[in-house]
Structure formats: C-alpha cells, structure tokens
C-alpha cells in the first residue's frame, strides 16, 4: 500500500455541454457544438446526461463517492446568450455551487470547456481578437455570481485542443482547418486566459493537455515540443513565445496577431497548472506530418505500441511521471493538479481496465511526487459516461454508467475502488 500526502485533493471532473442537455432551455444560446457534425451515430449534446435537470441526483452520487472536490463547467452560452446576463443560466450553477458546499465538497469551476457561443464564431471565433474580451467579460459576470462560494478557477480546459482540433484538423468545432488559424486561436485563446485570470477570486488556473512526445530522434522531439507545447506553455508559464515555434512556423503564419503587451497579459500569475493526462506520443523524423501538428510537416507521428483503452490510446503510466516531473523541473514553484485522467472502456459494471488504468496512473503521480514534483490533486476524468465530443456517446469514460434510454446512473467497480481510494488515501496493492 502506498500513501498519498495529507490535504491530497480528491475529484471527479465533468465538462457542461458533456453531460448538461438542456440545450434550448431557459435562455440558453446555441453553442459551437451544436448542430456540430459529423459525430459517431449522428449524436449529439442535446439531452446528453440531462444533468440540467438531475443535478441534485448527481450531487448525491458525488457525495456518496466521498471526493473533496467537484470540477465542472460553466456554459457560457448559458450564462450570456447573446451577450446579455440570463438569470436562469447563473441560478443553475448558483444551485449546484450551494449543492456542492452543503455536501462539503469544493467546486472548482472551468469557465470554458469548448461551448463557445455560437454568434461569436460568426464573427471570427478565436480567430478574432475580441473573443478574448468577451471572454473577459463573461469570466467577469461569472465571478460576481459564483465568486464568493468557488475557491478554484479554471480559466480555459486544453487550449490545444480548441486551436489544434477545432482549427487544425477540423475533428472538433468548429470544424476548421487551415495552419495559420491554429497559432491565432492559440494566440486569443492564451489572451482570453490572461484577461479573465486577473478578474477571479481564489486559486486561479489553466487546464493544458500537454504532449507527452517521446522518440529517439532529439530534434523531432524538440521541434514538435515547440509547436505543441511551446505555443501554451511559453507566454502562460514563462512570458514569452519560444523562438523555435516562431522558426518552425514561419511559412504557416507571420505572428503578427501577437501584439505588444500580450504577452505580458497572458503571464498572468498562477496559483496552480492544471495537467490532463491521457497518453504519449511517438515522433519521428521522416514523414508527412499531421494537422494537429502545423509546422512539423516532415515528421511522422505515431502511438506508441502497447495495449489500449476503447479510444485506441496506449495505456502509459510513466508518461505521467515524466510529464510531472518535467514540468516540476521546468517551472518550479507551480502547484500542479492532475484536473483529467481516466479511461474510455465499453463495461457496465465490471470495469477492472478501467480499475487497471486508474490504478496505474496514480501510481504514476506517487513515482512523482515522491521524486519531487508538488501535485496537489487528482480529479478522475469522468464522474458519468457522457457525451465524448466527435464519438458521441459510443465511448463511455464513466465510473458510473448511465443508461442514455432511461438516464439511469449504476455504479461501475470503478467508481467503489475510486472512492476507496479517496477515503483511506492510499493506493492498494495492484
Ligand atoms: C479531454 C477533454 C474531456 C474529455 C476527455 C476524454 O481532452 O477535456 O472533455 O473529452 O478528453
């Protein structure tokens, strides 16, 4: 048995548009992922988990798990249709923020989990500068409702994923691909973060997925480190673009939508870095590229061999561990919290890879924390299966099941052996 220090957050994580519903309810405007295609089996967010409607029986669930803390999203759609304040949109979150501290559970609030309104990416999306004011300006609304009860922000959740799949490969809205557009929404995207930072109370922060790249070819590494991580952690961590991604990209885009001053605003002080973790990736030199890697268009890239969760990605504890440490290393004196980890796994009930998978990733954040690195917390990825983005609800990332006929929710053995787990503090033996 291994022991995790004291104070170790415990959490469950969920994203709104993923498990909400509701999605022409009490004012709310469409989002970029509505009417969003194609998605698996034609699926869409419109009644996903109708976690708009069951919130109280989901509070009851995360009480019964026993977690410290409960991540989740605002929608800001739901908040601000239209650019105006919607009163029902803010009662909602304001209900289940009472509903979390009455439980003695810590909301920990993201303010953009990938619902951009849809009227804003008619005028530009993150490609357009003013997004990131109007960002702000939500953050701010948000702030002044919630500010008083939430203690931890999450500005943005993965802005690779909104620059690098909504503007690269066009996997996720909204739907674009063209090279230049990936480092501008990257670019408004860390703007918005930087504006909105300075706007919110308590423990502020911002979600990357950071690449874990791994090969054995150091300039490949490097070179794709660059452009998929420098691009976030440079400005966010140490206040400035890494000149490598400016040399790597120089034939994609011109950066001069990097005004003087952003940067500045961007390095906004952080109380903590929030760490999603999922997989590694291997590059290579020697190929053709990838459209989520823009600038490394003769670099191949592949999974490393292994065995796989239901999304085909290699099950890699100790990239973790490296990920951690690395950043520990590279910027120390930054708390981190692991504010996403988990696994996609068909089983209803029986989910030992899943049980497997959990128990080798907080393994791995044990290895570094004992080496060292200042992790604060772990929030599995997700509370519910729920809807999984462009595979819709085929791939099930719960430890509890929900039945999308009856919107039933059963208790995986995940979700026992997690809140086992979380009470004693300990990791048992595998
Ligand atoms: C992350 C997202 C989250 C979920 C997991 C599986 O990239 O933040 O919403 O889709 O992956």
Redesign the pocket.
Known sequence: MRRFPEGFVWGAAT?AY?IEGAVAEDGRAPSIWDGFGPIANGDTGETACDHYHRYREDLGHLADLGVGSYRFSVSWPRVLPYGKVERRGLDFYSRLVDGLLERGIEPAATLY??DLPRELEERGGWTDRDTAHRFAEYAAVVAEELGDRVPTWITL??PW?SAFLGHGTGEHAPGRRDPEAVFTAAHHLNLAHGLAARLLPGRRGVTL?PQVLRGPDAAAVRRADAVGNGVFFGPLLSGAYPEELFAHTAHLTDWSFVRDGDVETIHAPLDFLGV?Y?TTTVVAPGGTGRADFPGCEDLAFSAEPGPVTD?GWTIEPSGLTELLLRLSREYPGLPLVIT?N?A?FPEPVRDEGRIGYLHGHLGAVLDAIEAGADVRGYYV??LLDNF??AFGYGKR?GIIHVDYETQRRTWKDSARWYRDVAASATLPDA
Do not use: D, I, K, V
């Open positions: 994203a993923q989990h990938w959740n993965e994923c997925n999603n999922y999304m996403e988990g996609a990825w997700s999984e983005w990332f």
